[in-house]
């Protein structure tokens, strides 16, 4: 319903804008969040399975820096592209999975900064028909200790002290992340 009144010529921009973009990204926020929890299901049980297609990667990335850029820009984040040599590259990826991660990645990125930038940069290998997307920030920093136990379940709650209070979480989006990237 939300997308559909997003494309209606009958409703002015700056409704759309401030009332139903907000409830857009918040339903597609909630996705995620409700995919992570199916997925920590399937991985326990093994049978988590990928959904590969050709499609163009740059639609993914977008999606998911749109998702975040409200809260970026609320926090006085931030954020920058460089994704120009994927621009038009179509890879065979499973969408829903690479969103995923990346939504993941770059949701603790803006929770994790106070201050600063946020970049994300997209490239295509040629030799190796890949993309890499790398995302780096200018946030808290972690010891060599909380890098090893990363992936785990729980670390967020490990790092609260260093976070300020109104973030919460227990790291189960970055330990689905491992495990779909692998």
């Known amino acids: 319903f939300i997308e559909q009144a997003m494309e209606s ?14 409830v857009f990204i918040s339903a597609k926020q909630l996705f995620y969040i409700i995919s992570d929890i199916l997925d920590y299901s399937l991985i326990l049980k093994r049978q988590l399975q990928g959904k590969f297609q050709l499609l163009p990667i740059m639609n993914t990335i977008q ?12 926090k006085g984040l931030g954020l920058i592209l460089d994704v120009e040599s994927v621009r038009g590259k179509k890879i065979a990826t499973d969408h829903e999975r690479v969103a995923q991660i990346l939504l993941n990645i770059l949701s603790n990125a803006v929770k994790f900064t106070t201050q600063g930038n946020i970049s994300i940069r997209a490239e295509y290998l040629e030799d190796d028909d890949i993309v ?12 060599s200790l909380e890098k090893s136990n990363l992936y ?4 967020e709650q490990k790092l609260g002290k260093k976070v300020a209070s109104n973030s919460s979480g227990i790291g189960l989006g970055l330990y689905i992340s491992d495990h779909l990237a692998r």
């Open 9 to 22: 010529t009958l409703i002015p921009q700056k409704v759309k804008d401030e009332l139903l973009m907000p």
């Open 132 to 143: 890499t997307i790398q995302v780096k920030d200018s946030g808290i920093g972690m010891t």
């Open 63 to 74: 999606e998911c820096v749109q998702l975040v850029e409200t809260q970026a820009r609320h």
């Open 152 to 155: 785990s379940i729980l670390q």
